[in-house]
């Protein structure tokens, strides 16, 4: 089950790499635009330094998550799924801030959330055992 929830957790991270990709490196871009529903380049424009800084969040919740993966591979469990969960847990959260702030990106917060929260139960439910 730890297998499972680093995998997870692994998937999660990649997805917050392409979400830092599209926020902090293609903002103005047709499928940035489309993905966040920012309208014309214009627009994307006037936010585009709100993106970038918000892209870094997600790269850095992403790293954190490999960097964990890369301590319990190498036998460091604890300080692994310390950060795993931290990284993963953290990705979670910012899930539940959109969705609570903004009904309308319940579609988004699922896309964000669902993965690394399966990742979290699965990865406690493997240290448990």
């Given at each position: 089950m730890i297998f499972v929830?680093?995998?997870?957790?692994?998937l999660a991270a990649l997805i917050?790499?392409?979400i830092f990709y599209l926020e902090s490196i293609a903002w103005t871009s047709e499928r940035a635009?489309?993905?966040?529903?920012?309208?014309?380049?214009?627009q994307a424009e006037t936010q585009k330094a709100?993106?970038?800084?918000?892209?870094f969040y997600n790269?850095?919740?992403?790293?954190?998550?490999?960097?964990?993966?890369?301590f319990v591979i190498a036998g460091n469990v604890p300080v692994g799924a310390t950060l795993v969960f931290t990284g993963a847990g953290?990705?979670?959260?910012?899930?539940l801030?959109?969705?609570l702030s903004d009904h309308s990106k319940a579609s988004a917060a699922l896309k964000q959330g669902v993965i690394p929260a399966l990742g979290?139960?699965?990865?406690?439910l493997g240290l448990a055992i």
């Open positions: 929830g680093l995998a997870l957790a692994g917050h790499v392409f635009r489309k993905t966040f529903g920012t309208g014309t380049v214009a709100l993106a970038f800084n918000q892209g790269l850095f919740l992403a790293i954190t998550v490999f960097i964990g993966i890369a953290s990705m979670v959260a910012a899930s801030v959109l969705i979290v139960i699965a990865l406690a």
